[in-house]
């Protein structure tokens, strides 16, 4: 018995019309596992697979968003002259642990606080041999600055004794292995032995402890 030939269905062109002419064709009365494996060829190569998620650039854009609103969101809540006195402090530190730092490798390293003239900017800035190597200038609106040597009282019960200012800048000098030498407002300096205060507003939180160490950080000096 002869084998009855088998005619796909055809478009008026004479010939299959995409998908839609093949699943045509395998629904014609032919072998079911056929027809099945056809369809599943055909539904599995109609659309590529779509995948979700974020790239690393899209997440550090995210972050960097972020950051921005919360700086903004921080001055707004905080009021500009307390942000500008957390920002002092902080820059303070900062480059303060950069002067130690650089000054364990070589000779000599000075650190200093100047204020501009008009007393609204501060320049703060290390320095090795002449050369600046770090510095940082600040809005120092509404921010007074005094300090001492040998103090370890709270900047809330007493204030530093001696005002910074830019014919009397805050000066420090480190000793080989990253010690205070002799340091203080120029005028009032001496060698530390126990730590320098550097207060900001009269406010302990806004404070900053150099220990004689000359590790620097915020807060009251310990003792």
């Excluded at 709270?154 to 080989?176: I, K, M, Q």
């Excluded at 126990?194 to 939180?205: K, M, V, Y």
């Amino acid at each position: 018995m002869g084998v009855k030939p088998f005619n796909l269905p055809t478009s008026s062109y004479g010939r299959l019309s995409g998908r839609s002419g093949v699943r045509r064709a395998v629904d014609s009365p032919v072998n079911i596992s056929v027809n099945s494996a056809l369809i599943r060829a055909v539904d599995g190569s109609a659309s590529p697979k779509t995948q979700s998620g974020v790239t690393l650039l899209e997440l550090v854009i995210v972050i960097f968003l972020f950051g921005i609103i919360g700086i903004v969101a921080l001055s707004r809540t905080m009021g500009a002259n307390t942000f500008n006195q957390l920002i002092a402090r902080d820059q303070i530190i900062s480059v303060a642990r950069i002067a130690q730092n650089v000054r364990m490798g070589r000779a000599p390293v000075s650190f200093s606080i100047t204020p501009n003239v008009s007393g609204d900017l501060l320049a703060i800035s290390a320095s090795h041999d002449g050369g600046v190597f770090s510095a940082v200038t600040v809005n120092a609106v509404d921010v007074v600055i005094r300090a001492d040597i040998n103090q370890s009282m709270s900047c809330a019960v007493t204030d530093g004794a001696a005002l910074v200012t830019n014919a009397n800048p805050l000066v420090f000098t480190y000793e080989a292995l990253g010690e205070l030498g002799v340091s203080g407002v120029s005028g009032s300096t001496g060698a530390v032995n126990s730590a320098a205060r550097i207060c900001i507003n009269g406010d302990s939180a806004m404070s900053i402890c150099v220990a004689s160490s000359g590790y620097a950080y915020a807060g009251d000096c310990d003792g």
